[in-house]
Structures are given as structure tokens and as C-alpha cells.
């Protein structure tokens, strides 16, 4: 019977990674904290009309990349594809914004994409984010990307370049719109499908796509279309990010993929990473998208990063932290029969805080101890025949080589001594 393999663009987090992981997801976590943001989790799956009205039809996600079903009651789900819009119904259904404004939530988790898998880019993959809810002021678009900036320091990714645009108001993009229209209807012809058909239901989609890159240069510029307010607004962004020290480009070509983004946005690119892959995550503001979800409107901004392409470029600099070992102390008996003893007093050094694995195979001792290095012990506890007669046992350093018996009510004080380099 032939070996189940993880399903195509999925892949399994080991132990070595996973630590590397809870680092990142540990850091993310504090920087978000310290700026007031708190936890909040979605479900994995959700009905697929919160994606069609929050992320837009004529996107890549909900035309080419979802993971939808039935469930046995004939209603159509989605496997969460981006988590802005669950965020959002999550803390308006439960009127947060009622309580305290803005709210401010921030998330992790596995997300899910039906894209050509490749390095940092999977059917499964992990994002963290956050989501500032309740209040329009450009300060606050300026925040969340600072929440980033100060993210990746934690990580001591260094190299960051931060892009931002504006895509101004309903009525900005309208216009855009018209003048997308009116310089691509005469390129239409050599246009690809994708891109002729977007030209008709969507035109700021023509600006991300990868074969008609080249037909970019000569668009018109977002910015000739913003009024006044829009303009303001995108300028006192660019300030607060000055003033708190971070270097922002405008680029002028950014408009994000999802539809429900308006005025603020941008995105994270480190040059370790080529081409479409260059991105980190970006985010930026979506005032539209509670009343696309059925709420009273409300202005809101936020961000999502991508987990494993910023490990790529972690491990590229070399900031990831050592793989821990699993385990400080291995505790052995000689013989089956101190079988007992041993696992009381491996029981012992855990509540003592010591990660400690307990060895209870009848084999020799000394293929035990070997067996120490594999799982990182610093420390082996040996239980023998006069150990348990003498309520004692041999302490044994891995490193030095020495080795003491002591009484077991001295057996936590010795081996946190060890472990903390005194033996």
C-alpha cells in the first residue's frame, strides 16, 4: 500500500522549523501588543459570499484561487483566502466598535490559495496582521506601518522597502477608471484575455498584471485623478512615517489586489526576494468594505504579512535564532525496575521548570546516554539499584564529563546549577 503524502502545495512544519516559527509569531505578537492591539481568531472557513462582496469578484483570489465547497446543508463555504474581511465581521458582529474606537485586533493563522506553488508561496501558508477598526485619521494608516516596521526590527530584518501609494475615494477611482479606459481601449487587441476582459469589469487590475507589464509605463498616474481631501490625506501619511523615522518610496503603480482597499496603501519588499516574489505583505485602508458586508460604515485600515517568505529572508540574513534542543535533562534507569523512580523524579525536575525527557526502553545504559545528544540534553540523571535504595541519584554533566550523587531532594538545586553553567 503506497505511503499518504501531504497534499500538493501543503507542506508539514517539523519541530526544526517550528521553533523558527513561534519566534516570529512571539514577536509579531509583542510589537502588536505594545501598541494596544489584542488577539482575536476567525474561523478557517467562512461563507464564500463575505470573500465575492469583501474582496471583490473580478479578483484573482475569488476568480481563479478560493478553495470553496458545500457543506451537507447545501451552503456554500470557503477555506479563508485573506483575513481583513473575517476580522472585520468578527469585531463588528460583536459591536466592538461600540465599546472602545478604534479596535485594535491582531491575528495569525493558516490561510488558504489555489496559486501555482513555488519557494514562499503555497496552497497553505501562514499570515499574521492586524486590523485598526472605527476611525478614519491618516495617523492611523501611518501606525499599522509602523506596527510593521518596528515588526521586522524585532526580527533584525534590515533592507525593508516600503512602498505606498493612494488610492483616493469612491470618487478618485471612478475617474481613474475612465482614464484607464480610455489609454487601454486602443492597446485592447494586444491586450491578453485576462486583461481585455478586466478592461470592461475592472481596469486597475490591468496595472498588477505580469504580461502586459510593459504597456504600464505609459498609463495615467492615480494621482492626477485625487481631489483634494485624498491628496491631504495621503501627504499627512507621508509625514507621520517621517516622523517616526521610517522610509517610505511612493510608488505611484502600487494598487494592492483586492478591491476593497481606498486611499492608503503599500507593501513591504526586500531585495532577497525576485520578481512577484519580492513582497513581504503589505496592507493599507478599506473604509467600503463594512457596508459591502452588510454593516454601517466604518473606516478601517490594517495589514497582513506573509509568514514563510519573511523566515526566507530571516534565514537569508541570518537573524533566525538556533534550533532549541528538545530537551535540558534525560532522565535513565539501570534496569527496568528503577523504571519507577526514574519517572518520579523526572516529574520532579519538570515542575522545577527543567525540559526533561525520561528514557523508559530496556536497553543498556549506555545506548541511553548516547541518546542524550539527540535530544539536546545538557544533563543525564541516572537511577540505579542504590540509588533507589539510598533516595538518591548520579548527576551526570554531558559536557565535562563529571558526575555526582546526590540526595533527590538536592537532585533540582544540582541540575539547574549545571544548567546555568556552575557545575
Known sequence: ?????????????????????????????????????RAIETPIIEATDLFIRGVGTDTDIVEKQMFTFEDRGGRSL????????????????????????????????????????????QHQFTQVGIECIGEGSPALDAEIVEVAWRFFAALGITGIRLQVNSLGGPEDRARYRTALVEYYTPLEATLCDDCR???????????????????????????????????????AVLRDLEAAGIDAIRNDRLVRGLDYYSDTVFEFWHDTLQGAQSSLGGGGRYDGLAELLGFPETPAT???????????????????????????????????????????????????????VLDVADRRLDRK???????????????????????????????????????VAELAATVARILGGDS
Open 302 to 356: 490594517g495589514y497582513a504579512l506573509g509568514v514563510e517568505r519573511i523566515l526566507m529572508v530571516a534565514r537569508t540574513l541570518g537573524t533566525v535564532p538556533g534550533v532549541e534542543p528538545a530537551a535540558e535533562v534525560l532522565v535513565c534507569s539501570v534496569e527496568p525496575d528503577q523504571a519507577g523512580a526514574a519517572a518520579a523524579m523526572a516529574r520532579l525536575l519538570r515542575e522545577a521548570a527543567a525540559r526533561t
Open 1 to 37: 500500500m503506497p505511503e499518504i503524502a501531504a497534499p500538493k502545495g501543503t507542506r508539514d512544519i517539523l519541530p526544526d522549523e517550528f521553533g523558527a516559527r513561534r519566534w516570529l509569531l512571539d514577536a509579531h505578537r509583542t510589537v502588536a501588543e505594545s501598541f494596544g492591539y
Open 197 to 235: 476582459r478586466r478592461l470592461h469589469t475592472n481596469p486597475l487590475r490591468l496595472l498588477d498584471c505580469k504580461r502586459d507589464a510593459g504597456l504600464v509605463e505609459g498609463a495615467p498616474l492615480l494621482w492626477d485623478s485625487l481631489d483634494g481631501a485624498s491628496r491631504d490625506h495621503f501627504t
Open 78 to 121: 470557503t477555506l479563508r483566502p485573506e483575513g481583513t474581511a473575517g476580522a472585520l465581521r468578527a469585531s463588528l458582529g460583536a459591536h466592538l466598535d461600540q465599546e472602545v474606537r478604534p479596535v485594535r485586533v491582531h491575528y495569525a493563522g493558516p490561510f488558504f490559495r489555489a496559486e501555482r506553488p513555488q519557494a514562499g508561496r
Open 369 to 407: 546516554l548516547r541518546g542524550a545528544g539527540r535530544v539536546g540534553a545538557r544533563v543525564a540523571v541516572i537511577v540505579g539499584e542504590n540509588e533507589v535504595a539510598g533516595a538518591s541519584a548520579v548527576v551526570r554533566d554531558l559536557d565535562s564529563r563529571s558526575q555526582q550523587t546526590v540526595p
